[in-house]
């Protein structure tokens, strides 16, 4: 439950638990940036997904954070930024179409976010091998004959991921779009990450909720479109529910305790089925047995009836 590690996925979720709000419906809609990946970066690092959010208002305490949540989002499903890292950046200083590729160290020359002047990638890495914060991840790429850099249409550097992003493009209160990439060793990791970030920091868009596309053109010049907002769908049986459970409700109290877990539900077609609808930030929900555990969270464990099984084993 990734969502849950910044106060505004953990307190939508909890609002929809206590029956305060409705579930939201997330949309991609707005202006199309372009991410082009170059076949260089593939050895290094494949994989890197996008989005944009506009009309945002930023203060203090949404900045910290905005910035806070990527951090926890880079130590737990990012393993310490080597399967997802990210980098968020002013759309405003920057122009697409955007390019993620991989250059020679004497080619990347760029000022960092944490310093005051501009070095090359080499310089960089040997600087943060003795950063407290940042010497954890210089190792993931140092000996790597080529850096990966996100590249604007003017050739300004926007980050060498997974170290650090610019000091151009940095985030301030007065920005008001925002470019977010997620270079990736693991495709579906970068699509949990950039799911979870858009799907709690689009409240504060002028639309809120409403989230800007990106389209990535591969090396092979095949497309697609991000971020990838899928919604899953389940079937399930009240009969079903309350047998794994050990309980005996009614059609309507799994639905509504499904919706306080944030699963939209509806009836069925048969007597006593369920039709759910798994939104994108709950990527947890891969199987029928994951909505059967929400169902019971949501019930309570405590109110579940305890007995004896009625087979006993020494």
């Known amino acids: 439950r990734c969502e849950l590690l ?33 076949k260089d970066v593939l050895p290094i690092r494949p994989y890197c997904v996008c989005a944009s959010l506009y009309g945002i208002k930023l203060d203090q305490e949404i900045l910290d954070s905005f910035i806070d949540f990527q951090e926890k989002l880079h130590q737990n499903i990012g393993r310490k930024r080597t399967l997802v890292s990210i980098g968020t950046h002013d759309l405003d200083t920057i122009s697409g179409p955007f390019t993620y590729t991989a250059l020679p160290h004497d080619k990347i020359i760029f000022r960092t976010l944490t310093l005051d002047k501009e070095h090359n990638a080499r310089e960089i890495l040997n600087i943060y091998s003795n950063h407290p914060n940042l010497k954890q991840f210089v190792h993931i790429i140092e000996k790597s004959p080529l850096f990966p850099v996100i590249i604007d249409s003017k050739g300004t550097i926007l980050s060498m991921p997974p170290i650090i992003n610019s000091y151009h493009s940095r985030l301030t209160l007065a920005t008001r779009n925002i470019f977010i990439e997620c270079t990736a060793t693991d495709f579906v990791k970068a699509n949990i990450v950039l799911n979870a970030i858009v799907t709690c ?62 699963l939209d539900c509806s009836f069925g077609s048969c007597t006593d089925g369920i039709h759910v609808t798994v939104p994108p930030n709950r990527p947890d929900i891969i199987h029928k047995f994951d909505i059967l555990e929400d169902a019971a969270i949501a019930f309570g464990f405590n109110n579940i009836p305890r007995c004896f099984p009625h087979i006993s084993t020494n």
């Open 6 to 38: 910044c106060i505004e996925g953990l307190s939508y979720f909890l609002s929809l638990f206590l029956q305060t709000s409705k579930i939201n419906t997330i949309s991609a809609d707005g202006n199309s940036q372009k991410l082009i990946i170059n």
């Open 201 to 262: 920091f689009s409240r504060y868009c002028a639309k809120p909720n409403t989230i800007g596309p990106v389209e990535i053109i591969n090396p092979d010049k095949t497309s697609t479109i991000c971020p990838e907002l899928v919604v899953h769908n389940f079937h399930v049986s009240t009969n079903w529910l309350n047998k794994n459970i050990g309980i005996d409700v009614s059609r309507e109290t799994h639905c509504l305790n499904l919706n306080r877990m944030g």
